[in-house]
């Protein structure tokens, strides 16, 4: 008995639109292939983690992954992926074939730069260097640092932003600003103090008398919020002390 097909026959436009989903497919594969060569290659050549971002490193790095590649992927793609102009690759690539005497210095101010996350400037680099017995000066640690593009990231600046809490209705002004006292205990005065310790900020909210300048009492607190200036017991036991 013959067996039928029963798949209806595929239309000129269908198999076209099929065609082109598997170029498309095809493309996106040699794409995924293409990074992840990269990637081998730069743990392979640069001894970089997998995790590497190639668009920063420098463009003499780029240009020894082109070297490597091009023969498989070909130059052009190579330049678009890792974002290296024509020209940048052709100049490192003619530097690499000149005998460079800073070879070793520049793998070291690489090495030193990539351990200290990036955030050496020349200085602190020349000074690594001479603890590593590499003798070259601050003018040609700047240049080296230029050629391979090693910049140091600069922090981003935090806009300032106060919150100025619930607003109360402002407190009579008794004192006027008339900070002298004939007696112990006439008038007392507070603020809030902050410190910066290892263990994070501390605020200090003392007590003083007028009179004579003298801490009636004083508490310490993590939140500068209003039990640091209440008067708690201890300001009553030092005032009929005092008196």
Same mark, same amino acid.
């Given at each position: 008995m013959k067996r039928r097909n029963l798949s209806p026959p595929v239309s000129a436009p269908q198999l076209a639109e099929l065609e082109r989903q598997l170029e498309t497919l095809q493309r996106q594969v040699r794409q995924l292939q293409l990074e992840r060569d990269l990637l081998e290659k730069a743990t392979e050549i640069l001894k970089k983690g997998l995790g590497v971002d190639l668009q920063l490193l420098a463009n003499r790095e780029k240009t020894l992954l082109i070297d490597a590649l091009k023969e498989h992927y070909g130059v052009p793609a190579l330049l678009a992926q890792l974002?290296?102009? *024509?020209?940048?690759?052709?100049?490192? *690539?003619?530097?690499?074939?000149?005998? &460079?005497?800073?070879? &070793?210095? *520049?793998?070291?101010?690489?090495?030193?730069?990539?351990?200290?996350?990036?955030?050496?400037?020349?200085? *602190?680099l020349q000074a690594s260097l001479s603890r590593h017995h590499v003798t070259i000066s601050e003018k040609v640690v700047q240049r080296l640092m230029k050629q391979e593009s090693l910049v140091v990231a600069k922090p981003k600046r935090r806009r300032y932003a106060s919150y100025l809490g619930e607003i109360s209705p402002a407190p009579e002004n008794i004192i006027n600003r008339d900070f002298q006292a004939d007696a112990p205990n006439e008038k007392w005065l507070t603020d809030i103090t902050e410190f910066h310790i290892p263990a994070g900020k501390v605020y200090l909210s003392p007590i003083i008398d007028c009179f004579d300048g003298m801490v009636v009492s004083w508490t310490l607190g993590t939140s500068p919020d209003a039990e640091l200036g209440r008067v708690n017991t201890n300001c009553q036991i030092e005032a009929d002390r005092r008196n």
């Amino acid at each position: 008995m013959k067996r039928r097909n029963l798949s209806p026959p595929v239309s000129a436009p269908q198999l076209a639109e099929l065609e082109r989903q598997l170029e498309t497919l095809q493309r996106q594969v040699r794409q995924l292939q293409l990074e992840r060569d990269l990637l081998e290659k730069a743990t392979e050549i640069l001894k970089k983690g997998l995790g590497v971002d190639l668009q920063l490193l420098a463009n003499r790095e780029k240009t020894l992954l082109i070297d490597a590649l091009k023969e498989h992927y070909g130059v052009p793609a190579l330049l678009a992926q890792l974002g290296l102009p *024509r020209s940048s690759y052709f100049y490192h *690539r003619a530097r690499v074939k000149v005998a &460079d005497k800073y070879v &070793d210095a *520049r793998r070291a101010i690489t090495e030193i730069f990539e351990t200290n996350h990036r955030c050496y400037g020349y200085r *602190r680099l020349q000074a690594s260097l001479s603890r590593h017995h590499v003798t070259i000066s601050e003018k040609v640690v700047q240049r080296l640092m230029k050629q391979e593009s090693l910049v140091v990231a600069k922090p981003k600046r935090r806009r300032y932003a106060s919150y100025l809490g619930e607003i109360s209705p402002a407190p009579e002004n008794i004192i006027n600003r008339d900070f002298q006292a004939d007696a112990p205990n006439e008038k007392w005065l507070t603020d809030i103090t902050e410190f910066h310790i290892p263990a994070g900020k501390v605020y200090l909210s003392p007590i003083i008398d007028c009179f004579d300048g003298m801490v009636v009492s004083w508490t310490l607190g993590t939140s500068p919020d209003a039990e640091l200036g209440r008067v708690n017991t201890n300001c009553q036991i030092e005032a009929d002390r005092r008196n």
